[in-house]
């Protein structure tokens, strides 16, 4: 008799603690939903054959445009998502530091961070002179000689929380 009150007071627990942990409405919010996405997804490996940079990227984001120094990748599921790599040429050897003002001035950055050969911008997104609303970038350039390679994710700053792991992705990047 013990033991089955025992194991009815474990089960009862146990029944608690699951319909604690569900949400009012039994719905994940779209970002909850993104976030396991984007965390579960294998990675795939894109890489440049003339400039050789690689990017790593979830594998449900598919190829769009991809020339000699440009790759664009896209995900559409009721918000759209981009991922940018580019090579830009920079004849001049101005230090990084400069550039980094530069290229924030130009993409209205409200966030810089300055690393060694490299930096990390990030603000609203403008097309043609005019803010995109409710969109922002986070983008690394790294510095390789004479050349520029940046990796720009533009995403919908309500799904900020849910791309830590594709944020991480660009911070560690190298060239």
């Not at 474990?10 to 996405?37: C, D, H, W």
């Not at 190829?63 to 090579?87: M, P, Q």
């Not at 803010?131 to 919908?156: C, D, H, M």
């Amino acid at each position: 008799m013990r033991k089955l009150i025992v194991v009815i007071i474990i089960l009862t627990g146990f029944m608690i603690g699951i319909n604690l942990s569900r949400k009012p409405n039994g719905f994940r919010s779209y970002q909850e939903v993104l976030a396991e996405l984007i965390n579960d997804a294998p990675m795939k490996t894109y890489c440049d054959s003339f400039y050789g940079y690689c990017i790593h990227y979830p594998e449900f984001f598919s190829k769009e445009v991809a020339d000699e120094g440009f790759v664009r990748l896209g995900y559409w599921n009721n918000e759209r998502f981009v991922i940018e790599c580019s090579v830009l040429k920079a004849p001049d050897t101005s230090p990084v530091k400069v550039k980094m003002k530069e290229l924030a001035t130009q993409l209205h950055a409200e966030d810089q961070q300055l690393l060694r050969d490299s930096f990390i911008l990030s603000g609203p997104v403008y097309e043609n002179g005019n803010k995109i609303e409710g969109y922002r970038y986070y983008a690394k350039y790294v510095r390789n000689q004479k050349l520029w390679f940046s990796y720009t994710l533009f995403y919908p700053e309500s799904c900020k929380s849910a791309l830590t792991r594709l944020l991480r992705q660009i911070d560690r990047w190298e060239v």
